[in-house]
Structures are given as C-alpha cells and as structure tokens.
C-alpha cells in the first residue's frame, strides 16, 4: 500500500512539474506584438516612458530623435529598421489617454517609396504633437494608431486616423531629416 501512495504522489508531481513547463514555456513562445507591448509599459507605470508617464499636458516622443531611442530602449521594444512610431500622451480637460502611431516596415515595405526628397516638402512636428511647418505636398504613409487608458494601459480602440489608412509623414523635432509620423 505505501509503494502505491509513493507512486500515486510522485506521478502527481510529475505530471504539476510537467503542466508548469509547458506553461511557462507557452508564454515564452507567444511574443508580444509592439502595441501590445507600449500597453504592458503603460500599464506597469514603467519608468521607461519618462517625461510622457511625468507630462501634465500633451507630450510626444518621435522615432528618429534621442528621446525616442531612449524610449524604445528603455521599454525594450523591438522596432525594426524602417519603423516609423510616435508615442504620445494626450491630457486636455476632456481627455487623458495615449497613442501609438506606428508604420511597419516590414508590412509596408521601405518608407522612401512613399516620401520624397523634394527641397520644397517641409512636414515638421513639435514635441506639443502640434504640426510646426507645412509646405509642400501632404505626404501620408499607412500606419495605424493604438489608443491607452492611462492608468491600466488597456487598449481603448484601434484603428487607422483616415479612411485612407494611413497618416501624416513628418519631420521628427530636432532631429534633421528623420521621418515620423503623427
């Protein structure tokens, strides 16, 4: 009798080692996507997004400048070369929340078949999200927007800001000739 109850606890432990394996191996193997991952930082008050966590009024980081290489560093987000993102935090008296505005490269291919290098196209953005300069022709790339309740990091809606799909392609405050998006 007690060699069974030894076999009978063994295999039950066995068999709880065996489904904690493979469940923390599931988790490993399903990486988060890129919105998803901006939504886990939000949610965990992640110091990481800095000075749009500490904002008290609307504030944007743009790929292509410092503050958002350290962004994405810091968050350990995963954009690819050609990626094209803003993050922003949008507080007015009716609103709070943040977005995600995000071209894929590697879905939409190279951002050059859309923009170009024409001494007249001058689209630049201010950290405010505010468009600064606007001369020459409106360039739009596809990208999608992701939007954050601030406190759980929650998507609160997704989508594309027209129904072209696409957005605004910018210059990137400070940073010379990088394109973002907003």
């Given at each position: 009798m007690g060699d069974s109850i030894r076999t009978v606890f063994n295999n039950a432990g066995n068999l709880m080692e065996n489904g904690a394996s493979k469940s923390s191996s599931k988790e490993e193997e399903e990486p988060l996507s890129i919105p998803d991952l901006v939504g886990r930082a939000i949610a965990e008050r992640n110091g990481g997004l800095g000075s749009l966590l500490l904002a008290g009024s609307t504030h944007y980081v743009y790929s292509g400048t410092d503050e958002g290489t350290q962004l994405a560093e810091a968050l350990n987000i995963p954009f690819h070369q050609g990626d094209?993102?803003?993050?922003?935090?949008?507080?007015?008296?009716?609103?709070?929340?943040?977005?995600?505005?995000?071209?894929?490269?590697?879905?939409?291919?190279?951002?050059?078949?859309?923009?170009?290098?024409?001494?007249?196209?001058?689209?630049?953005?201010?950290?405010?999200?505010?468009?600064?300069?606007?001369?020459?022709?409106?360039?739009?790339?596809?990208?999608?927007?992701?939007?954050y309740d601030p406190v759980t990091g929650?998507?609160?809606?997704?989508?594309?800001?027209?129904?072209?799909?696409?957005?605004?392609?910018?210059?990137?405050?400070?940073?010379?000739k990088e394109y973002t998006i907003r």
């Amino acid at each position: 009798m007690g060699d069974s109850i030894r076999t009978v606890f063994n295999n039950a432990g066995n068999l709880m080692e065996n489904g904690a394996s493979k469940s923390s191996s599931k988790e490993e193997e399903e990486p988060l996507s890129i919105p998803d991952l901006v939504g886990r930082a939000i949610a965990e008050r992640n110091g990481g997004l800095g000075s749009l966590l500490l904002a008290g009024s609307t504030h944007y980081v743009y790929s292509g400048t410092d503050e958002g290489t350290q962004l994405a560093e810091a968050l350990n987000i995963p954009f690819h070369q050609g990626d094209i993102w803003s993050v922003g935090r949008e507080i007015t008296s009716k609103d709070d929340y943040y977005v995600l505005a995000y071209y894929s490269a590697a879905e939409n291919g190279p951002v050059s078949k859309h923009a170009v290098s024409s001494p007249g196209w001058n689209w630049r953005v201010k950290s405010s999200g505010e468009i600064s300069t606007q001369s020459g022709e409106h360039i739009s790339v596809p990208a999608r927007y992701y939007v954050y309740d601030p406190v759980t990091g929650k998507q609160i809606t997704s989508g594309y800001y027209s129904s072209q799909k696409t957005a605004t392609l910018v210059y990137a405050p400070g940073a010379g000739k990088e394109y973002t998006i907003r």
